[in-house]
């Protein structure tokens, strides 16, 4: 028998956007501990804007298990939250809803800023601009991309890999200090909960360099000349990978029309700012 830490991930009850919490636990297994091993788990939800004071407690339930690389027979767990009960999901807990099928592909291209005292990397101290966009999409050299930035990119990947997260590859993006990754997933839910703990792989590791994320979609402002964030949204269905045809897929996207603005709604908060950019 050997002790693991077991590090349980949720999302809270801020809105518009949910932030990702963690806490860890020790149990004991033979082995590295298979997702129906895993206990149920309590936390206070008055502190995650999930419950009121004199009701405070909410229930994690383990949905998927990541091996930890940062740690000694660490573990990744990712759950959704749930009422006292352990059986009714919790109205913040929009992933129990979900409809899935591992027959929808998912890929993601997260795109996010890292920030150091209030401005991205690589931006003057002082205040004002670098030079404008240009040269930092993929580039190379201290100027274009610094040193911090790309030693957290490059440790983000190996940390998502060693993790089982099918991490995709890598760039840096349009604007200064701006970076993507992107992440595949068959399933819905399989392809957000990869999303979601890669994310928390990221946050976690730039503590080591005082640095934040930021994933703001224009978190510059949309007066100034520097791109926007977004996470570009790919995905494919049985029938369109083996089917297809340009008739179909002309009827999809005019099927997806008729709902875009609804589809805007929900794709986070501020997006019309960046909607050009």
């Known amino acids: 028998m050997a002790k693991y ?88 807990n929009s992933r129990a809803g979900i409809l899935d099928d591992p027959g929808a592909w998912f890929g993601y291209e997260q795109e996010y800023f890292l920030y150091k005292d209030g401005a991205p990397l690589g931006f003057p101290t002082g205040g004002g601009f670098p030079p404008p966009q240009g040269e930092y999409y993929t580039g190379v050299g201290y100027k274009n991309v610094g040193c911090i930035a790309r030693e957290i990119v490059d440790t983000h990947l190996d940390l998502c890999l060693d993790a089982g997260i099918n991490h995709e590859g890598i760039n840096s993006e349009v604007a200064k200090g701006q970076w993507e990754f992107q992440i595949f997933g068959k399933g819905s839910k399989n392809a957000a909960d990869q999303m979601w703990v890669a994310r928390y792989i990221l946050m976690r590791l730039c503590e080591k360099y005082g640095v934040d994320v930021n994933w703001h979609c224009k978190p510059l402002g949309k007066d100034v000349d520097w791109n926007g964030s977004g996470m570009h949204s790919n995905f494919s269905t049985k029938h369109m990978r083996e089917v297809g045809g340009k008739e179909y897929f002309e009827a999809l996207m005019a099927a997806f029309d008729k709902y875009k603005n609804e589809h805007i709604a929900v794709y986070g908060p501020d997006n019309h700012l960046r909607l050009t950019g």
């Open 5 to 92: 830490k077991l590090e349980y991930l949720w999302l809270d009850g801020y809105e518009p956007v949910a932030n990702i919490r963690g806490k860890t636990t020790i149990k004991e297994f033979s082995s590295f501990p298979k997702l129906e091993q895993l206990p149920m788990w309590g936390f206070d939800g008055s502190s995650t804007r999930q419950a009121e004071g004199r009701t405070s407690d909410c229930m994690l339930k383990p949905v998927a298990i990541y091996p930890d690389s940062t740690k000694k027979n660490g573990a990744l767990v990712m759950c959704e939250v749930m009422m006292p009960d352990c059986k009714t999901p919790h109205p913040s």
